[in-house]
């Protein structure tokens, strides 16, 4: 089956940096994305990686490694308003379907 | 500016019923999803479409259909409506293309079915 594991709960605090990792088991891969999601609203795009290298976005840069496993998003400078859920997504075909995963909880405490 | 709406926010039904969750996008797009989300499990798809008129099952298709009659529009149908039915519903769209296909989310519908 396909399966997207990212860890359930993270606490940091303001002006920290918090790294997100996210390991996936898919049938196929077009992408990794990532999308940030604040409670009752819904998800934002945030990033995007197709070929292994570093995105950066402003305070957030997400990173693919495809031959070493690691790929993750690092929040910097971590502000109250970056308290949300991050969810880790794979495009698992050319035709555009995802697979999620359950998504981080990131706690941003003063 | 991109925009995918739903048509309701929230909304409450009686186990049993029949009921209509709306989306629409007006951004061209030949893709849109539906997917329900509930703690701890993260968003699960439950029916896709690529074009007009065409649908594939999702991962949790079970206890709905869908509609696709105009390129904009995707419904989700609750045939008779369970409790286990209580969730999130999101709406999604995007471009088919092997590049950046990102998803476009609906603000959501909050199931309630009592």
């Known amino acids: 089956g396909q399966n997207i594991d990212q860890p359930t709960e993270m606490t940091a605090t303001e002006g920290a940096i918090v790294q997100i990792n996210c390991t996936y088991q898919?049938?196929?891969?077009?992408?990794l994305f990532w999308y940030q999601q604040h409670a009752g609203e819904a998800p934002t795009f945030l990033s995007y990686?197709?070929?292994?290298g570093l995105e950066e976005k402003g305070r957030f840069s997400s990173f693919l490694s495809r031959s070493n496993g690691y790929r993750y998003l690092l929040l910097k400078e971590l502000q109250m308003k970056d308290s949300a859920s991050y969810l880790c997504?794979?495009?698992?075909?050319?035709?555009?379907?995802?697979?999620f995963g359950a998504g981080t909880q990131v706690v941003v405490t003063p | 500016d991109v925009k995918v709406t739903q048509s309701s926010r929230y909304l409450v039904k009686r186990t049993g019923e029949k009921v209509f969750l709306e989306c629409v996008q007006d951004m061209d797009h030949e893709n849109m999803f539906w997917y329900r989300q509930d703690p701890g499990l993260g968003l699960r798809l439950i029916y896709f479409s690529y074009d007009v008129k065409m649908k594939e099952k999702g991962d949790i298709p079970e206890g709905y259909s869908v509609s696709r009659e105009k390129k904009e529009r995707f419904s989700l149908i609750l045939e008779s409506a369970s409790t286990n039915q209580t969730s999130m519903y999101l709406c999604?769209?995007?471009?088919?293309?092997?590049?950046?296909?990102?998803?476009?989310f609906g603000p959501g519908t909050r199931l309630t079915v009592l």
């Open positions: 990686n197709v070929l292994d």
């Open positions: 898919t049938s196929g891969f077009n992408g």
């Open positions: 999604a769209s995007s471009l088919r293309t092997s590049a950046n296909n990102e998803q476009f």
């Open positions: 997504a794979v495009s698992t075909d050319s035709w555009g379907k995802f697979q």
